[in-house]
């Protein structure tokens, strides 16, 4: 995806300042989920625009890029620590206001799925929406990675049952996640979702085949 819309100075602190961590964070936040966001911010920014909305995309893109940074302080408390980042960066200043930069900070930290109230502005709704890995695969895929990581004791069956009750607690028809856009493709993504989640054995039959090919097959 071309970034023409991005200043040179902001694409070059990207590269070399913001990406370079998303390649040591976990599998579930590395440099694919870093694309996968941003890609998704511009891209829903862009439709956003389609309807009428005044959007800065290269803001859009900065939210997404930004997003997961405070893990390099742990996960819990990421969102906090990743917009706290953004408000004490020495880089941001050259280029925003200081409310320019706020926008920004509230943005990132309001993409928590935990988040107990709407997100701030519209760049909030954007992030939380693009992070919410609303393809199936990935939505099935990242928690199958994190256990594999944190949760060695478990077989086979074990990871498949805790990713069956997981997805279903916070993608399913009455968990906790929430959309804030109206994007037809997470609408559409999202149904698919619920669709299989509906039939279990079915559900777990897919968790299986995403697991297996991630083990190639070495764990039973």
């Not at 439709?47 to 803001?59: A, H, K, R, S």
């Not at 943005?107 to 992070?131: M, N, Q």
């Not at 009750?165 to 109206?182: A, S, T």
């Not at 999202?190 to 039959?205: F, I, R, T």
Request: glycine share 6%.
């Amino acid at each position: 995806m071309k970034l023409d819309f991005v200043r040179k100075p902001i694409k070059k602190y990207i590269q070399e300042e913001i990406k370079p961590l998303y390649k040591t964070f976990d599998k579930a936040h590395n440099l694919s989920h870093f694309k996968f966001v941003t890609e998704n911010c511009i891209t829903y920014a862009q439709e956003l625009i389609n309807q009428g909305y005044d959007i800065n995309l290269e803001i859009a893109y900065l939210v997404g890029a930004l997003h997961d940074i405070g893990i390099v302080h742990g996960r819990e408390g990421h969102a906090k620590n990743s917009a706290n980042m953004v408000r004490l960066d020495k880089t941001l200043p050259s280029f925003f206001s200081r409310k320019e930069i706020e926008l920004i900070a509230e943005a990132v930290e309001d993409h928590s799925s935990h988040l107990s109230y709407e997100p701030r502005s519209i760049y909030g709704k954007i992030v939380a929406d693009a992070d919410r890995n609303n393809t199936t695969y990935l939505v099935f895929s990242r928690p199958i990675k994190f256990g594999l990581k944190h949760e060695t004791f478990r077989t086979r069956q074990g990871h498949i049952d805790r990713v069956y009750e997981f997805v279903q607690d916070k993608f399913g028809r009455n968990g906790y996640v929430k959309y804030w856009l109206n994007i037809p493709q997470t609408t559409q993504s999202q149904q698919e979702v619920w669709n299989l989640l509906d039939n279990e054995e079915k559900c777990k039959s897919y968790i299986a085949g995403i697991f297996d090919e991630l083990t190639k097959g070495k764990l039973n």
